[in-house]
């Protein structure tokens, strides 16, 4: 996830680059048509894996839900600073933790709780909702955070059913397939440097997707979904170094509590996870 995270924020910084001329429609299309060619080897497999009902409703619902969130994000991302698009999206492992719960029957104990509601403020320190003008780009990303979540679950639901190269292959193909009428409809041909800029967009982003899948193959969503959060901090270094975006004291603060949360969280498990394979002294030693 940590991998995941850094491979994300890469992808932030290239579609800032991009900017708004190409529509953000067309641009999540290309996007994950050119990612098709880093998954060459996957997609022939998928030829020859047969599934069930089950498992198609799966990635058809994924495809949808991910298709709506990447426009969304694609939209906010040439719109409003890297830091503000990071932070919001910290709604989505809310949504995600809850919806592990609800509907996968995870357990949530308290310090996982407390972890998530603890970064969930640093976002809201960083947002400062009614201090600050809310545009359509923060909209955009509110609506984008729940269909992320949605996406993330159907995710951590096919991963059980198979491996994590097949996973992210379903999801480019369906989100191709669902985008392709959409993009038609606002196609802008893009240059060389635009193409050359979602190549490696779709590059990093399909590395982000092969390892979030490998995380949630290994690990509890509740376990994984807090470590995003380091997200934001090379959100703000990238914003502050490449984008003259500046650092905000309350953009630090609020990474500050987000960084302690995860802290804590991980020194939680860590403990819990060593009580659980070492005997008590007055075991049997073999």
């Not at 299309?29 to 880093?38: A, K, P, T, W």
């Not at 190549?199 to 509740?222: I, K, N």
């Not at 975006?245 to 960084?259: H, P």
């Not at 009580?275 to 008590?280: D, K, N, Q, Y």
Request: hydrophobic share 60%; net charge positive; glycine share 6%.
């Amino acid at each position: 996830m940590v991998v995941t995270g850094i491979c994300f924020v890469s992808v932030t910084a290239l579609v800032k680059l991009l900017g708004t001329r190409i529509p953000a429609t067309e641009a999540a299309f290309l996007r994950y048509l050119l990612g098709l060619v880093f998954l060459a080897p996957f997609i022939l497999q998928l030829f020859r894996t047969r599934f069930d009902r089950r498992a198609w409703a799966l990635f058809a619902g994924r495809g949808i839900a991910h298709s709506v969130a990447v426009v969304l994000w694609f939209f906010a991302m040439a719109r409003i600073p890297i830091a503000d698009v990071t932070a919001m999206n910290y709604l989505s492992p809310v949504y995600v933790t809850l919806g592990a719960a609800l509907f996968l029957g995870e357990r949530l104990a308290l310090r996982r709780v407390a972890a998530v509601i603890a970064a969930l403020v640093g976002a809201l320190i960083i947002l400062r909702p009614g201090f600050r003008e809310v545009g359509a780009g923060h909209i955009a990303m509110l609506v984008a955070a729940v269909f992320f979540g949605a996406s993330y679950l159907l995710a951590k639901r096919a991963s059980a059913m198979t491996s994590p190269g097949i996973v992210v292959a379903m999801l480019s193909l369906s989100v191709t397939l669902g985008l392709a009428p959409l993009a038609a409809r606002v196609w802008v041909t893009p240059t060389l440097y635009e193409l050359a800029i979602l190549s490696a967009v779709a590059l990093v982003a399909t590395g982000a997707h092969y390892a979030m899948t490998l995380a949630f193959r290994a690990a509890p969503l509740t376990v994984t979904q807090p470590v995003t959060f380091l997200q934001l901090v090379w959100a703000v270094l990238l914003g502050a170094v490449f984008f003259d975006e500046g650092v905000d004291v309350f953009v630090v603060l609020g990474g500050m509590v987000i960084v302690c949360a995860i802290s804590f969280i991980s020194w939680r498990e860590a403990v819990v996870r060593r009580r659980a394979v070492t005997p008590p002294v007055s075991a049997t030693k073999f």
